[in-house]
């Protein structure tokens, strides 16, 4: 049961990961982040490693996120085409 | 001609670097043993003896390791040092970015104690569950996070106060370490008594060394994330 949860965990990120990267807008890019924050706070759990969950859930699911945001919305977008 | 050779030796060198590193990463990998586990089993029985902590993790940390702590706490500050020197100029000209928005507004309202309440208890139980200074400082942090996101300038913050706070924790973290010295002859070692395991007072200095840290963190990562929110009003420039 277990080794399932992780197996499928393991396949969420993987999918995840690649959407954050493959995604044309970097504000949805930044919510694909947060959410890999999130699946990563649940593998450290069922990896036995409350402490580090606890610290990936509030800085890699919360504060970066917020940090991400902040920075693309103080600067502009613009799209070169080389 | 001779820029596409500089780019050839250039590449080649780091080529070989990088084959040199993982040779040598390979040998160490292959000759260290797995003894993981027996290490792991040592380092508990060493804890349940020295620290009387329930949390190994914790002792491990603060205990074992103290002294990566301090310089990690130091980095940290370094770090909030240098964001401060590049960000902050002139912050007489700069808002806090904020949405208005009922909803946040009287959400944070609501949610922010319960949040600094949360943060204080994963200060306080470092050393019995999961967590400790790092985590819960930057839990309350994030408190303040909120806060700013939903309030903006209207929101001030003492910043006397909050570096009268990191001050006095940062020395704190020393002072006790200086203490260690002095009695048990190590940096950090333990001067309190160690009480019985599992009890809100046991632990020896755990508890203190993590409220320090604690408090510590919670000011610095509240002065990162306000300076990199204070922005310059796009309407206005």
């Known amino acids: ?82 | 001609m001779s820029f596409k050779k500089t780019i050839k030796l250039k590449t080649i060198l780091t080529a070989l670097l990088v084959s040199l590193l993982s040779i040598l990463l390979l040998k160490v990998i292959t000759q260290v043993p797995l003894t993981s586990q027996a290490l792991g089993i040592t380092l508990l029985d060493l804890n349940r003896d020295l620290t009387h902590s329930a949390n190994a993790v914790t002792s491990v940390v603060t205990y074992f390791r103290g002294l990566d702590t301090l310089g990690e706490v130091t980095i940290l500050f370094l770090s909030i040092f240098g964001v401060g020197i590049g960000i902050d100029r002139s912050t007489q000209m700069k808002t806090i970015l904020h949405y208005d928005n009922t909803l946040l507004k009287i959400g944070a309202h609501v949610l922010f104690p319960v949040i600094i309440l949360f943060g204080i208890y994963i200060i306080v139980h470092g050393h019995l569950s999961p967590g400790g200074g790092f985590q819960g400082g930057v839990v309350i942090a994030s408190a303040f996070l909120m806060k700013f996101l939903a309030y903006g300038d209207a929101y001030e913050l003492d910043h006397r106060i909050l570096v009268l706070f990191e001050a006095l924790s940062g020395v704190g973290v020393v002072v006790l370490g200086l203490l260690g010295l002095l009695s048990g002859g190590l940096f950090l070692s333990n001067v309190l008594p160690l009480g019985r395991l599992g009890t809100l007072l046991s632990g020896g200095i755990i508890p203190l060394l993590y409220l320090f840290v604690g408090l510590k963190v919670a000011a610095e990562i509240t002065v990162l994330v306000e300076y990199f929110l204070r922005t310059q009003d796009a309407r206005d420039a």
């Open chain 1, 1 to 82: 049961m277990i080794g399932l949860l992780i197996t499928g965990t393991f396949l969420l990120l993987i999918v995840l990961a690649y959407v954050t990267v493959a995604t044309p807008y970097l504000a949805s890019s930044v919510v694909y982040f947060m959410a890999f924050g999130l699946g990563s706070t649940v593998l450290y759990f069922l990896f036995s490693a409350p402490d580090v969950a606890l610290t990936e859930a509030v800085i890699g699911a919360g504060v970066s996120g917020v940090v991400f945001l902040v920075a693309l919305l103080q600067t502009q977008t613009r799209e070169d085409d080389a």
